[in-house]
């Protein structure tokens, strides 16, 4: 990822989560990280596919203290999921919601945008999945 693409994500990245501490750094040509104040929080993947450009952001949510390897994403776990979301990206309109007939994730929103999932993941506890297009970024940076 080059400064150009960093910049560009960055800036829409903090816009959307109105964290204005939020950027990108490279780690190579496609890949980078999400820092929030400096440190870094999630890896960042580039992928070029038959022209579409787009990034994938990977957020990983350690789970709860003794909580079960596949337990699902209930109303308690979502709430705690916001909680942590909110305070890791600083994004106070983060909000975390049930989807329909699915208990292994829940949906990402910030206001009524919809901006990711959160899945269970065996190893890490739940993972929040970002998808973001180059088109999004048109007009930042």
Known sequence: MDATECTRLGAY??????SPTVSIVSR??????LL???????????????????????LIVPRAAGA???APIDDAERARLQTALRQVLH??????RARPRKTDSAEVYVHDEFVGTVSVDEDEGQVLTMSILDIDLDGEG
């Open 68 to 70: 079960k390897k596949n």
């Open 13 to 18: 990245l903090s816009k959307l989560l109105g």
């Open 28 to 33: 190579g040509q496609d890949e980078g990280a």
């Open 36 to 58: 929030v104040d400096g440190k870094a929080i999630a890896e960042v993947f580039r992928d070029d596919d038959e022209g579409e450009l787009s990034y994938a952001i990977s």
């Open 91 to 96: 994004a106070a309109e983060l909000d975390v």
